[in-house]
């Protein structure tokens, strides 16, 4: 590696002032005050401020306490990166938040991967050569590693996942023979040959990050639609890991931290996800999880018997209800129904309706997709509530107003052991009165591929066509 070290070392970076420490250790509580803030709508906006002072304050302290190259070209590259965010952040739709996140996530990956190669190709710059000035230290190989090989995963998933969640990618699982036994392998081989790595052999540094880019693509690949929310939680926990792996290596106590806070929570996250959904957190990590579930986008059994209903009837049935629970689902988001959907609950409060809304952890393309949503048309944070709090409700209210979800009111998640989603906790929403469901058409399922019961009981009235179509004319009788 000695011909690597072409450049002398630029400062020692584990010597941080002990100023720069105390500023990194605020950024750390700032970070974890976003955190808490993030938590709940009413406090998101104080939580993203404190996550942008906190950021502000690790990247000035890191500029002013390292003898960069060229600080002009730094704020040249902050300012342009900065311009595309605010631009991007100004156009882009709601609905379009799942592929913007899973597309940041792709750019934390490769900036963990070009940081690591960086480090790779010129250790001497950023003070990880040893005492011989020959040598990269076996523990910020193991970083390098660790590092590259998250970071490469992150990115190559994350690309797979944004193609899939805007349409340039069939959201079908794409199922390869022995998939699970092919994925935990390469997993197990980067694993060893980051090991073998911390014992000097050099070329292995590219295979680690070949193997890395791969298997991030076999990982996402047999991941269909309805499981894009546990992805989206996923990459975001590996984002942060790669993060951490390389603040080690770069000796910034604040990528340590804020790499530490965002895998922790997005693996804490994950898991809550995937209880939500009955799925297994290690069948998550291998790839290809639930794909074996059913045929996405199978015919409904329509032959079933079935009552159609119009926005008049409708609109009759919501004005002389006393309490109304209104579940949204992905179907709002397509259709951008989330407006008029606010308006329809305005005038039903007006006529002394009670309106709540009902929201299951997995509906939408991403974790908090509906709340997001929602919280955009100013719908009160009050009148939202999750399921484990407001399915007991379903059974004392009139009516159940079903926009655009599918599998998460299903009924067999609890009565059908053969059932794909069997176990999967969902909205009770058959116990109330009367069901009023949007749905496009009744010859689809949802993403699970599994007909939904509700459809065909007694007390249901589909409502057939366009999500924001069908509530704009609801809107209309009701007035």
Not at 51 to 71: K, R, Y
Request: aromatic share 8%; net charge negative.
């Amino acid at each position: 590696m000695e011909h690597l070290n072409t450049t002398p070392a630029v400062e020692n970076l584990t010597a941080t002032p002990s100023w720069a420490m105390l500023a990194y250790l605020v950024s750390g509580v700032l970070f974890i005050l976003a955190l808490r803030g993030l938590s709940s709508p009413e406090t998101s906006r104080a939580g993203n401020r404190f996550g942008m002072i906190g950021m502000l304050i690790a990247v000035v302290t890191t500029i002013v306490t390292h003898s960069l190259a060229n600080v002009a070209e730094i704020g040249v590259a902050i300012a342009i990166g900065g311009a595309i965010g605010y631009i991007v952040a100004q156009r882009i739709a709601m609905t379009a938040m799942p592929q913007l996140v899973a597309a940041f996530h792709s750019l934390v990956g490769l900036a963990a991967v070009l940081v690591g190669v960086a480090a790779f190709l010129n250790p001497g710059a950023f003070g990880i050569l040893d005492a011989t000035g020959a040598e990269i230290f076996k523990a910020s190989r193991i970083e390098l590693g660790l590092g590259v090989a998250i970071g490469a995963i992150t990115f190559s998933g994350s690309v797979i996942a944004f193609l899939k969640l805007n349409g340039n990618m069939s959201g079908a699982p794409i199922l390869l023979p022995g998939r699970h036994v092919l994925n935990l392998g390469v997993l197990a081989g980067i694993l060893v040959l980051v090991g073998i790595f911390s014992l000097q052999t050099p070329t292995l540094f590219w295979v680690i990050c070949l193997l890395a880019f791969a298997i991030g693509f076999l990982l996402i690949i047999p991941i269909g639609g309805a499981d894009m929310p546990v992805v989206v939680s996923m990459l975001n926990s590996y984002s942060g890991w790669a993060a951490a792996a390389m603040g080690f290596t770069l000796g910034n106590t604040a990528m340590v931290i804020t790499g530490a806070l965002v895998g922790s929570s997005g693996a804490i996250l994950s898991y809550i996800m995937c209880k939500a959904m009955n799925r297994s957190f290690i069948s998550v990590i291998a790839g290809g999880f639930g794909a074996e579930s059913g045929a996405a986008g199978a015919a409904a059994a329509t032959d079933r018997p079935w009552k159609r209903g119009s926005a008049d009837d409708a609109a009759f049935i919501l004005k002389n209800a006393e309490k109304v629970i209104i579940v949204p689902g992905y179907g709002m988001a397509v259709s951008q129904a989330q407006h008029t959907l606010r308006e329809m609950g305005d005038v039903l409060k007006k006529e002394g309706v009670d309106v709540k809304y009902a929201i299951h952890p997995v509906a939408g393309r991403m974790p908090g997709h509906m709340n997001v949503l929602l919280a955009e048309a100013n719908v009160p944070y009050d009148e939202v509530h999750e399921l484990e709090d407001i399915n007991s409700e379903f059974a004392q209210c009139d009516v159940a107003f079903i926009i655009g979800a599918n599998d998460v009111t299903n009924p067999s998640a609890q009565t059908d052991k053969s059932s794909p989603i069997y176990g999967m906790p969902v909205l009770e929403v058959w116990k109330a009165k009367t069901v009023l469901f949007i749905k496009r058409s009744m010859g689809g399922v949802g993403y699970a591929g599994v007909d939904n019961d509700v459809f065909y009981m007694d007390n249901t009235m589909m409502l057939l066509g366009d999500a924001k179509k069908m509530t704009d004319e609801i809107v209309k009788g009701l007035a």
